[in-house]
Nanobody, 123 residues
Framework: QVQLVQSGGGLVQAGGSLKLSCAGSGRTFNNYAMGWFRQAPGKEREFVASIRIGNTYFADSVKGRFAISRDNAKNTVVLQMNALKLEDTAVYYC??????????????????WGRGTQVTVSS
């Protein structure tokens, strides 16, 4: 059974930092894209960042503030979030899929999902 287990997140003041981690089990994700999406209240789920074979992809809204890394030996991906803004408040979801560079931001190309973790940025 494939699982993505998330950890991290919580409450932070604007300008602060948080780290999200995601550990995969049940299969090897070495050739898969692993990434993060988020969903704010009343909004659609949106792409945040992903990484595959050393290449990273970011939504314009987080470029320069967020970093993504992975450890293939541990089947984990980490999202380091810096300079957090109020608008970063959302439930963050880890995802994994055998997707292409052109489709990194498409939810439908990720068959595996974590259960979500809340990130709240306060003023």
């Amino acid at each position: 059974q494939v699982q993505l287990v998330q950890s991290g997140g919580g409450l932070v003041q604007a300008g602060g930092s948080l780290k999200l981690s995601c550990a995969g089990s049940g299969r090897t994700f070495n050739n898969y894209a692993m990434g993060w999406f988020r969903q704010a209240p009343g909004k659609e789920r949106e792409f945040v960042a992903s990484i595959r074979i050393g290449n990273t992809y970011f939504a314009d809204s987080v470029k320069g503030r967020f970093a993504i890394s992975r450890d293939n030996a541990k089947n984990t991906v980490v999202l380091q979030m810096n300079a957090l803004k109020l608008e970063d408040t959302a439930v963050y979801y880890c995802a994994a899929g055998f997707t292409t560079a052109q489709n990194m931001a498409l939810m439908k190309t990720y068959p595996y999902w974590g259960r979500g973790t809340q990130v709240t940025v306060s003023s």
